[in-house]
């Protein structure tokens, strides 16, 4: 029996390894692609608020995610991994935003229009702790690579082999690149924790 609520979903209908789900998906089992949305619509959702900081941007940039996956899920090779793939997706959608984003800035700056004031993001507002806060504060100042890839292997839990296939980079410069991520994260926390004079 199902739960309620919006995103509650029977485990039954959950339950499957990745690879079971795939095969499901290219045989267009429409129950194959309610599974994988109720597996990854959470982390998704988690990763790409995180990695933009807005709530209305990763929610258009999740729908932008299965919009993808509902036109290639039929069309994927039988060995692809689920979990990557999905994430990939996600964070090209970020890639691609951001660059028209920035071309847009640029545009905005050039008239004096730019808003120069930030506003807190709901995982700032929402913490329940100064910890809380000074971790997202510090997760929200790292730059972009260093904050995906923490996110991804940190939060969630992606091997560097698997980081790395979301990335396009090498697993050697993924574990670099989150041995920086984890420093500057440290060296933030560290600047937040000194006593103000």
């Known amino acids: 029996m199902s739960r309620s609520g919006p995103w509650r979903v029977d485990r039954a209908v ?31 959702h988690s990763f790409l608020l995180r990695l933009t900081g807005r709530r209305w941007l990763a929610e258009d940039l999740l729908q932008e995610t299965w919009l993808r996956f509902a036109r290639h899920a039929v069309d994927l090779p039988a060995d692809t991994p689920l979990r990557p793939w999905l994430f990939t997706v996600a964070r090209n959608a970020f890639v691609s935003h951001r660059r028209w984003a920035l071309l847009d800035a640029d545009r905005l700056r050039e008239v004096g229009l730019l808003p120069g004031r930030r506003t807190e993001t709901p995982f700032e507002l929402a913490a329940a702790s100064q910890t809380e806060r ?6 929200a100042a790292l730059p972009v690579a260093q904050r995906e ?37 440290a060296e933030h926390l560290g600047r937040s924790e000194r006593p103000r004079p």
């Open 134 to 139: 000074a971790l997202e504060a510090g997760l």
């Open 14 to 44: 959950t339950a499957g390894s990745d690879a079971d789900l795939l095969g499901r998906l290219r045989a267009a089992d429409p129950a194959a692609f309610d599974a994988v949305y109720a597996r990854y619509r959470a982390p998704l």
């Open 149 to 185: 890839v923490l996110l991804l292997c940190a939060v969630e839990r992606m091997e560097p082999s698997e980081a790395a296939q979301v990335l396009g980079l090498r697993p050697e410069a993924v574990r670099q690149r989150l041995s920086r991520a984890r420093s500057m994260l």
